[in-house]
């Protein structure tokens, strides 16, 4: 009989979240972690009954709302991992509207999200084993992506993970870690240079080897500009963080 290999060992028995279950990228990440012997619980606003691959379909599925978060928190109590994947690409000239939807979709709900699981994380106290949240951003939090509100979305949304990570406390027994990725070939992005599949080893690839800030890109500027930017936004949060406190002393 073969082996476990450390990999198997490590995600065996592990219930994993992911949201944008059904996009091309979460199901890659389906498929890699059941290999590996974990549970994977996918979320998802649409309909599932289509889904017909069994490698690629989760082991449950939850079907949500942005702006209905709350009602996930008993679900999210008994998951492990919960990878943020979620998202929207407004493409050509935006409206107003359309730039709302892409905030809340690809930002807002996000970080009521990430609120709800460190909360969960705070009261379980989980020492020996801490709750992660993984938050796929995109290298569009630095670099162009010829959408300006895909880009403005997710800048947020990597601001708000930068002063999330910066100021946890450490009794949340929660481990944030950034996802920071290339243009993947997906129905947001057909012209993506990257596979899915690539992209979702390269993650689960960079996360046994416990990096916090995991990119994956064939852009060498990415590797330049995001941990600069990100040491930049922690010495700006401590720093504005620190004055705040001496005044209210």
């Given at each position: 009989?073969?082996?476990i290999s450390k990999s198997?060992?490590?995600w065996s028995n592990i219930k994993i979240g992911i949201t944008g279950a059904t996009g091309a990228l979460g199901t890659s990440l389906i498929e890699k972690f059941k290999s590996k012997g974990a549970y994977v619980i996918g979320f998802t606003h649409s309909n599932t009954s289509s889904k017909?691959?069994?490698?690629?379909?989760?082991?449950k599925w939850i079907n949500w709302e942005c702006g209905k978060e709350e009602e996930l928190k008993n679900i999210f109590?008994?998951?492990?991992?919960?990878?943020?994947?979620?998202?929207?690409?407004?493409?050509?000239?935006i409206s107003t509207k359309q730039l709302?939807?892409?905030i809340e979709v690809n930002a807002l709900s996000s970080w009521r999200i990430i609120d709800i699981f460190e909360e969960i994380a705070t009261k379980e106290k989980l020492i020996e084993s801490p709750k992660e949240i993984w938050i796929n951003t995109s290298e569009a939090e630095v670099l162009p992506a010829l959408s300006p509100g895909y880009?403005?979305?997710k800048r947020l949304l990597g601001q708000l993970t930068s002063i999330k990570a910066?100021?946890?406390?450490n009794e949340s027994n929660l481990i944030i870690r950034k996802l920071v990725l290339g243009p993947f070939k997906s129905e947001l992005n057909p012209i993506g240079i990257m596979s899915p599949?690539?992209?979702?080893?390269?993650?689960i690839n960079q996360a046994e080897l416990n990096f916090k800030l995991i990119i994956v890109t064939p852009n060498p500027l990415t590797f330049l500009f995001i941990p600069f930017n990100e040491l930049i936004r922690h010495i700006y949060f401590k720093i504005f963080s620190n004055q705040e406190i001496n005044k209210n002393s």
């Open positions: 009989m073969l082996g198997q060992k490590k017909a691959n069994k490698n690629k379909a989760p082991d109590q008994s998951i492990d991992i919960l990878i943020l994947n979620h998202g929207i690409n407004p493409k050509g000239n709302s939807k892409a880009e403005i979305s910066t100021f946890i406390k599949d690539l992209v979702a080893n390269q993650i």
